[in-house]
């Protein structure tokens, strides 16, 4: 009884070895798959920082061909439903008038020269309607240092869109005259003015001896998306070679379990016991 339970032992089919780091399907299809995303998704983020790229030349170049180009007058109530950020913003631009006294607006302003306000005083054209200039640059604790002059005026300088609402994490507040943005329509409303631009003027020089600092306009724009691009093509690229990495074990792992199956049984081929 002995020697036949040895010998249904010996030919029974030894097991093959496992393979190292074998994976189920499930997990290799899982993988296969997340890592065919990641291509696809750091793949299309790299083309958009190209293209976000190729945008942000163009802009550039046509901030700079607009602020040294000579100045045109300002645009008036017939022009206004044409005005765009893209088409007329940065554009140098001039209007003659008489600023309106006991009107200026005073918005928070964090400058190269420290923290401060920004004086909005809104000029009467010679063509009837008004537009806010930006005079510029006061500390704060001067906000009543340079009232606008008086008489007629000239001012030159940069078309600026409105900023609605207020800025980053602050809102403008009307009521209590606290303002963070230069929110052309706001503040029109508040001062009870009539006739305004949709737009503001950057004033390049001072108006009026010893006010505020003009030709503050910040005109850098940031341009780090062909670095940007060749992060996420770069991340495309690992994605790619752990599909790569993927494809390769598997491999390895079935062609181990192959040779395990037809490996034979430990102690060689079974013996015939003796009688």
């Known amino acids: ?17 496992a393979a190292p780091g074998g994976r189920s399907r499930f997990a290799t299809g899982a993988l296969l798959g997340l890592a065919a995303l990641g291509v696809f998704f750091f793949g299309a983020l790299g083309v958009w920082q190209l293209e976000r790229r190729v945008w942000k030349l163009a802009l550039i170049a046509r901030v700079e061909a607009r602020v040294h180009a000579a100045p045109r007058a300002a645009p008036g109530a017939t022009e206004w439903p044409r005005i765009t950020r893209q088409a007329h ?9 008489r600023f309106l006294g006991d009107h200026e607006t005073f918005v928070r302003a964090l400058t190269e020269l420290g923290a401060g306000y920004w004086v909005m005083a809104p000029l009467r054209t010679d063509q009837g309607f008004v537009v806010l200039v930006n005079r510029g640059f006061v500390p ?31 809102s403008n507040d009307p009521q209590r005259d606290l303002w963070y943005s230069r929110d052309v329509g706001a503040i029109a409303t508040r001062r009870g003015l009539q006739d305004v631009a949709p737009y503001f003027l950057d004033a390049q020089s001072p108006s009026g001896a010893g006010g505020p600092v003009a030709g503050l306009t910040v005109l850098a724009f940031p341009n780090n ?9 770069m991340l495309a690229a690992l994605s790619g070679g752990a599909i790569w990495n993927v494809v ?11 040779t395990g199956s037809r490996r034979p049984g430990p102690g060689g081929p079974p013996q015939r016991a003796a009688k």
Not at 6 to 12: G, L, Q, S
Not at 225 to 233: E, K, R, V
Request: no cysteine.
């Open 1 to 17: 009884m002995i020697a036949q339970a040895y010998r249904r032992t010996a030919e029974r089919p030894a097991p093959a070895p």
């Open 248 to 258: 390769k074990d598997n491999r390895r792992t079935n062609d181990a379990r192959g």
């Open 140 to 170: 704060s604790g001067r906000r009543d240092a340079a009232p606008a002059p008086r008489g007629e005026t000239e001012v030159t300088g940069l078309l600026r869109m409105s900023e609605p609402k207020g800025g980053f994490l602050r």
């Open 225 to 233: 998306h062909l670095i940007y691009a060749l992060t996420w093509f």
């Open 89 to 97: 913003e940065y554009r140098r631009i001039s209007a003659r008038g």
